[in-house]
Structure formats: C-alpha cells, structure tokens
C-alpha cells in the first residue's frame, strides 16, 4: 500500500495537467473567436462605412459613367446647402464679388436679366429685346420670347385669368420651375451648388468646366423624368453658373464655344 500513495499523487498530478492544458487551450480558442469576431465587426464596420459613403453600385452601370463629387467640402463650404442669395462655385466661394442681388433669389436675379423696364414683369418684347441684346438672330429671338413666356407666364400670374400678353412675374418665378431639369435651382428659386457642381462631374467629358452640344443633350436625356412631356420640351439646358459662363448665357446655340 505505500506505493500506491505516489502512483495516486501521480494521477491527480496528471489530471490536473491535463485539465490545466485542457483550460489553457480553451482560453487560446476563446481568444482567437474573440479576435476573430473583432476583426470581423471591424471589417463589417468599414464596409459598412464604405457602402455608406458609396457613390457607384456595379448593378447600375450609369452610376459609374455619371459620377458625382466627393470632394466639394474642400473648396466650396456646404455645397448642399441651397443659396438665397448668390451662386458660388468651387472656384467662387462666395459667389460673384460685388453683384447686387437686390433681395432676389438667384433665379429671379437670372430672369431679372430680361425686366428691362424694372418694373418686375417680364413680357415677350422684353424677352425678345433680352435674346436680341445677347447676340440672338431675329427669328430665334421671337420663337424664344414666345415659348419661354408662354410656358411660364400662367404659373406666375398673380391670379387665375390668363393675360393675352404672356407676362411673367418675377416675384412668383419659383411656380413656374418645371420637371427634368438639372436640380441647380430648388422649387423655392434656392441656387444648389453642389446639382451644378455634379451637372460637370456627369457630363463633361471634353472639358471639366464646359459642355459642348452633344454633353448638353446628354444632360437633357439624363435628366428626364418618365412622363413628364412639358419638362421634356422645356428643359433647353440653362446653364447659369456665374463666372464659370457668362450669367446670361441660355444654351449653347446661343453662344459660340469661344465665348465659352
């Protein structure tokens, strides 16, 4: 019997050997599926965090060929916000230096051009007299006057009647803002910087800060909305950037490219 109290101590020697090696490789495995479930979350937060800030999806082709701007913030402060007041541009922060906005909205102060008179209303013979100013032939100037003022006159009317003479009133512009266009102005006549600043990143290939005439019909296309037919004929682009264009400036048929 007293060499069995050796070979006893032995066996529980052993087992707890055996348990300790049993436990330490029970930590090790738990250690690795913990790491390995951080390393996971880790991946799946980047991933996470990539898809969210993902411009492009492979299943729509079209997000790659129109791609959009991720780096506005470095040159133009909050380029998602819309602007009352001015239009800046990345190159123009703070807009054009200077010009009068008169309280006017950026796009009352874009139709504004045509008020001859001042008195707040546009009429065809101002508009004629507008396109004519800019170099516009005669015919082309009346077809533009007539159909730019008898698609936005009623919209703008400060009541129901219909006025023979097609006036457009500045101070209800934003009523007449039409579907299928570019996002540059909001429904209140707001300028967006960033929908100009993407309206480039989409379609300019030629040059990064001009469209040639095939861009700018790619443009229209692009921003069609099923449907809507009246947008469809009314979205002659009006490129309004300022400094960029000259502010004026309404399709690329009215200005040669060298004035670009």
Request: charge should be negative; charged fraction near 25%.
């Amino acid at each position: 019997m007293p060499g069995a109290i050796p070979s006893s101590r032995s066996t529980r020697t052993q087992n707890i050997n055996t348990t300790m090696s049993s436990m330490a490789t029970y930590l090790q495995k738990e250690v690795a599926n913990e790491e390995e479930e951080q390393e996971e979350e880790v991946a799946m937060a980047y991933e996470t965090q990539t898809a969210a800030m993902a411009t492009e999806a492979k299943r729509a082709p079209v997000t790659a060929d129109r791609r959009v701007r991720n780096d506005l913030e470095t040159t133009l402060p909050k380029p998602y916000m819309a602007r009352a007041l001015a239009a800046p541009d990345t190159d123009h922060p703070n807009g054009t230096v200077g010009r009068k906005h008169n309280d006017m909205t950026v796009l009352q102060q874009h139709v504004a051009f045509f008020d001859i008179d001042g008195d707040g209303i546009v009429y065809p013979w101002e508009t004629y007299k507008g396109m004519r100013a800019m170099g516009v032939n005669v015919i082309l100037s009346i077809l533009l006057a007539i159909g730019i003022n008898g698609a936005l006159s009623y919209a703008t009317l400060p009541g129901w009647i219909p006025s023979p003479l097609l006036p457009v009133y500045i101070d209800n512009l934003h009523k007449s803002k039409h579907g299928s266009d570019s996002g540059t102005y909001d429904t209140e006549g707001r300028y967006v910087p960033v929908n100009l600043e993407n309206l480039f990143s989409k379609y300019a290939r030629t040059k990064p800060d001009k469209l040639t005439f095939r861009e700018l019909w790619d443009m229209t296309e692009g921003n069609r909305v099923a449907w809507d037919f009246f947008g469809w004929y009314f979205s002659i682009p009006f490129i309004i950037q300022q400094n960029r264009f000259r502010p004026e400036t309404i399709i690329y048929l009215l200005v040669r490219p060298d004035k670009l």
